[in-house]
């Protein structure tokens, strides 16, 4: 069987004069006196099975001659081929990412095998980019600045690898106005301000492990939407910064351990916020204002106008659970802080004697609706 990733292959041979060659039973070179042929065939995606025969002026069909080739438009890349031969097929794979991205047609995919690949990839067209597992396939940083992948295309998802940034490139992944884009089942760590920043885009960014970035895991610009769900987002300064108008659904994430924030909204963000386990941060989900960007910011942590059901685990946040600083309430109803109490806030007398996070807020006209609150965790 022979593979290949060109789906125009010219079969030819030679042939007796005086004859035809037919082509699973179609004739496609007709009776001629040449003693030699060729013919433009276009694959199948798959296995082809081409059986060649030639008849002669008489109707005598020659014994059959079977050509099976396999046709498979994916391009393929394997860091350990050193053999000197490349050209993306599973048996000749290319051993970089960025070859295989020029090559492969929109729609299709590179694959890539389990190694590392030391690159800066620009994703240009529709593609899936999927490496052999995010345990084993390392796309690194290191020496590069700027973006480690920036995505240029719509219909493009990235997923199994682990994308580090070794402290070296600013950003893991980047985007801006495109849309269909699908970032699943990775790591992505070690980027020296976000691990994803996007902006006027609706990504689902679900099961992947954002930690270790020196700034934010995701950082949310204007016009950002999307659902970012099922994700560990740990060990970051911010878990989440939702900014501009971004209005972003997040949900069943760990949000936990980053030495600022777990969730942060500024500006006119509007996220709606449910189902996730928000904890050992600084603050849980701060609501940042000040005069210049207005009172627009508007989270919904619960029974708001978002939708959400709250449903979040608020718990062990160091300062505070949830902290608006807003002059406008925000609502954070269905959730569990830690007691059966309910949050501590303030001028509640039962602070002292509750072991929950902070319901907090200090603004004239602001503070926090978290009644009902669950009475265990959910």
């Given at each position: 069987?022979?593979?290949?990733?060109?789906s125009?292959?010219?079969?030819?041979?030679?042939?007796?004069a005086?004859?035809?060659?037919?082509l699973?039973?179609?004739v496609v070179?007709s009776?001629n006196?040449s003693?030699d042929?060729?013919?433009?065939?276009?694959?199948?995606?798959?296995?082809?099975?081409i059986?060649?025969?030639?008849?002669?002026a008489?109707g005598?069909?020659s014994?059959a001659?079977t050509a099976i080739?396999e046709?498979?438009?994916?391009t393929?890349?394997?860091?350990?081929?050193?053999?000197g031969?490349?050209d993306g097929?599973e048996?000749?794979p290319?051993?970089?990412?960025?070859?295989g991205i020029?090559?492969?047609?929109?729609?299709?995919?590179?694959?890539v095998?389990?190694?590392?690949?030391n690159?800066?990839l620009?994703?240009?067209?529709?593609?899936?980019l999927?490496?052999?597992?995010?345990e084993?396939?390392f796309i690194?940083?290191?020496?590069y600045?700027?973006?480690l992948?920036?995505?240029?295309?719509?219909?493009v998802?990235?997923s199994?690898?682990?994308?580090?940034?070794?402290n070296?490139?600013?950003?893991?992944?980047?985007?801006?106005n495109?849309?269909?884009?699908s970032?699943n089942?990775?790591i992505?760590?070690?980027?020296?301000?976000?691990?994803?920043?996007?902006?006027?885009?609706?990504?689902?960014?679900?099961?992947n492990?954002?930690?270790?970035?020196?700034?934010?895991?995701?950082?949310?610009?204007t016009?950002?939407?999307?659902?970012?769900k099922?994700?560990s987002i740990?060990?970051?300064?911010?878990?989440i910064?939702?900014?501009?108008?971004?209005?972003s659904?997040?949900?069943?994430?760990d949000?936990?351990?980053?030495?600022n924030?777990?969730?942060?909204?500024r500006?006119?963000?509007?996220?709606?916020?449910?189902y996730?386990?928000i904890n050992n941060?600084?603050?849980?989900?701060?609501?940042d204002?000040?005069?210049?960007?207005?009172?627009?910011?508007?989270?919904?942590?619960?029974g708001?106008?978002g939708?959400s059901?709250?449903?979040?685990?608020?718990?062990?946040?160091?300062?505070?659970?949830?902290?608006n600083?807003?002059?406008h309430?925000?609502?954070?109803?269905?959730?569990?802080?830690?007691?059966?109490?309910?949050p501590?806030?303030p001028?509640n007398?039962?602070?002292?004697?509750i072991?929950?996070?902070?319901?907090?807020?200090?603004?004239?006209?602001g503070?926090?609706?978290?009644?009902?609150?669950?009475s265990?965790?959910?």
């Open positions: 069987m022979t593979p290949t990733n060109i125009i292959q010219i079969l030819s041979g030679n042939k007796e005086s004859s035809s060659i037919w699973n039973g179609t070179i009776l006196l003693t042929w060729s013919y433009s065939y276009n694959l199948s995606e798959g296995t082809n099975n059986s060649v025969t030639s008849c002669d008489a005598n069909q014994s001659v080739i046709y498979d438009p994916n393929y890349v394997d860091a350990g081929n050193a053999s031969t490349e097929t048996t000749h290319f051993n970089t990412i960025a070859e020029v090559t492969v047609p929109p729609g299709k995919s590179v694959i095998a389990a190694g590392t690949y690159e800066k620009i994703i240009n067209k529709g593609i899936v999927q490496g052999a597992g995010k084993s396939t690194n940083g290191l020496g600045a700027g973006n992948i920036t995505i240029e295309a719509d219909n998802t990235i199994g690898f682990t994308i580090d940034g070794n070296s490139t600013s950003v893991g992944i980047y985007f801006n495109y849309s269909f884009i970032i089942n990775n992505i760590q070690n980027n020296t301000s976000y691990g994803i920043n996007y902006s006027n885009s609706s990504p689902t960014i679900e099961n492990n954002i930690k270790n970035n020196n700034y934010s895991g995701i950082e949310i610009a016009g950002g939407a999307g659902i970012i099922n994700n740990v060990s970051n300064q911010y878990g910064r939702t900014c501009g108008n971004s209005s659904e997040i949900t069943r994430n949000i936990s351990n980053n030495s924030t777990g969730i942060y909204c500006e006119s963000a509007t996220p709606i916020i449910s996730n386990t941060n600084s603050y849980g989900v701060l609501i204002y000040n005069l210049t960007w207005g009172a627009l910011v508007n989270p919904d942590i619960g708001g106008e939708g059901v709250g449903k979040n685990n608020i718990t062990g946040n160091s300062i505070h659970g949830v902290s600083e807003t002059p309430t925000i609502k954070a109803l269905y959730n569990w802080w830690g007691d059966a109490a309910g501590k806030y001028r007398p039962n602070n002292t004697t072991s929950s996070d902070w319901a907090y807020w200090s603004a004239t006209g503070d926090i609706g978290f009644y009902p609150w669950l265990a965790a959910p």
